[in-house]
């Protein structure tokens, strides 16, 4: 005669279950975006190049494969600095650009560079990119700041339009106290910020690898310190 089954407790179905869930294939847990800042010099005439931006912010998206958040950062007028939440996708970003205007008004890096900093500290940021024209300010507390930004493994993309001399020396200054790369670009070619954007879209989200594999990435490669991210 068949014997009848053994109830099972409580305690052994517990240990049931846990000796089950350890055979399993741990899950892959995707990685979490990189984190980037585009920061635009939206003062004075500066209002053809943020609506190139605007136009062209898309390209960083498609050069990570979805793995990119970026909160855009502008200043204008006196003394107004912005910066958006981190964003997923280039339409978030792009509604969030239409319709600024810009406004007359000093440079303020030094307060952008202070607040890449406080947003390092917050939580890991992979790069800031900065796209203008201009400095009005003291290069030496600039450079500090970029140097701390360094410190911190955010490498700052510097992206210079037109050819200021003077502005030129400090945007510089900043890519190299930061362990980024800075480039200029010519308003009159509609392919040079976007592929720029996406050079440093790329860095942040895969590394020297990942910038590697663009076409033309050989000027910012040369810049870049020589470990990936």
């Not at 952008?112 to 939580?123: D, M």
């Not at 990119?129 to 450079?143: H, K, L, N, S, Y």
């Not at 490498?155 to 945007?171: I, N, R, S, Y």
Request: net charge neutral; aromatic share 6%.
């Amino acid at each position: 005669m068949a014997q009848p089954p053994v109830p099972t407790q409580p305690g052994n179905a517990v240990s049931a279950f846990l000796q089950k869930a350890a055979s399993l294939p741990a899950l892959r847990v995707a990685p979490s975006p990189a984190r980037l800042i585009f920061a635009v010099d939206a003062t004075a005439s500066r209002q053809p190049t943020w609506d190139r931006a605007c136009h062209v912010q898309a390209e960083m998206f498609a050069a990570t494969a979805g793995q990119l958040a970026v909160s855009l950062a502008f200043y204008r007028g006196h003394g107004e600095f912005m910066a958006t939440p981190f964003l997923s996708d280039s339409a978030a970003l792009a509604q969030r650009m239409t319709g600024v205007t810009c406004l007359g008004g000093h440079t303020q890096i030094l307060r952008l560079l202070r607040h890449a900093e406080a947003e390092a500290a917050r939580e890991r940021l992979h790069a800031l990119v900065f796209v203008g024209d201009a400095v009005e300010e003291e290069p030496d507390p600039i450079w500090r700041a970029a140097a701390r930004l360094g410190a911190r493994g955010v490498p700052a993309f510097v992206f210079q339009e037109e050819d200021d001399p003077c502005a030129t020396g400090v945007l510089r200054g900043i890519a190299k106290h930061s362990g980024g790369a800075w480039a200029p670009f010519d308003h009159r070619s509609p392919r040079a910020l976007a592929d720029l954007l996406r050079g440093a879209a790329a860095y942040a989200a895969g590394g020297r690898e990942a910038l590697a594999r663009l076409p033309g990435a050989g000027a910012l490669l040369a810049q870049l310190p020589g470990p990936p991210r």
